[in-house]
Structure formats: structure tokens, C-alpha cells
Nanobody, 126 residues
Framework: QVQLVESGGGLVQAGGSLRLSCAAS????????MGWFRQAAGKEREFVGA????????RYADSVKGRFTISRDNAKNLVYLQMNSLKPEDTAVYYC???????????????????WGQGAQVTVSS
């Protein structure tokens, strides 16, 4: 079973950048499409973006398209979320998650991801 640990969260001013990392344990990391989700206080957890097993395909929520970029390094068992032009509404706990069952498309529903990290807080001040 792969385990996930996020890092890189913090406090940043609006317009700034942060990069989150998600480190995976286990030798089957490349079997998983990887997603990023976020949950703001009092709101549902929402899809941010996802990346395919080889890193060749990505998908993003409209709210972050053009500002956020997901990448992965299968040799290092890492997946990244580069966040630029941050806005106060991006403030949330960010989670990485793994989906081993989806093959045709990158999935957006949280219930389709079976492994999760513990989350990293990102706070964007205005």
C-alpha cells in the first residue's frame, strides 16, 4: 500500500507562489494517477487537478487553470503542485491522493481516489 505525505504549505501574500510536494512510499507509485484536492473551512473537499501515471496527461479545475501546474517524478516517488498567482480564495488544506483504478480519463471525484495524504495548509493573505 502506498502512503502519501504532503509538504511545502505555508503563508503567502496574494500574487505569490508556493510549491507543494507529495512524497509516496512503496514501489507501486507509478500505478497511480495522482490528484490534488483542497478543502477550505466550512466547504466540501474539491478537485484541483490530476496527473496521469506517466505524467503525460494533466487535468485542472477551471478555478486554477493557467495558475497551477502538476508534475511528477516517478523515479523519486514525488508529485508536485506548483501554485502561482495565488488568491485569498485559494486558502485551504491541500491533499494529494492516488487513483489506481481509473484508466481512460483523469478522474475528479474524491470517492474515486483510494489513498490520501494528511494535508498541508495553504493560507493566502490579501
Amino acid at each position: 500500500q502506498v502512503q502519501l505525505v504532503e509538504s511545502g504549505g505555508g503563508l503567502v501574500q496574494a500574487g505569490g507562489s508556493l510549491r507543494l510536494s507529495c512524497a509516496a512510499s512503496g514501489r507501486t507509485f507509478s500505478w497511480y494517477a495522482m490528484g490534488w484536492f483542497r478543502q477550505a473551512a466550512g466547504k466540501e473537499r474539491e478537485f484541483v487537478g490530476a496527473i496521469g501515471r506517466s505524467g503525460g496527461s494533466t487535468r485542472y479545475a477551471d478555478s486554477v487553470k493557467g495558475r497551477f501546474t502538476i508534475s511528477r517524478d516517478n523515479a523519486k516517488n514525488l508529485v508536485y503542485l506548483q501554485m502561482n498567482s495565488l488568491k485569498p480564495e485559494d486558502t485551504a488544506v491541500y491533499y494529494c491522493a492516488g487513483d489506481s483504478n481509473g484508466f481512460l480519463t483523469l478522474r475528479t471525484a474524491r470517492d474515486e481516489y483510494e489513498i490520501w495524504g494528511q494535508g498541508a495548509q495553504v493560507t493566502v493573505s490579501s
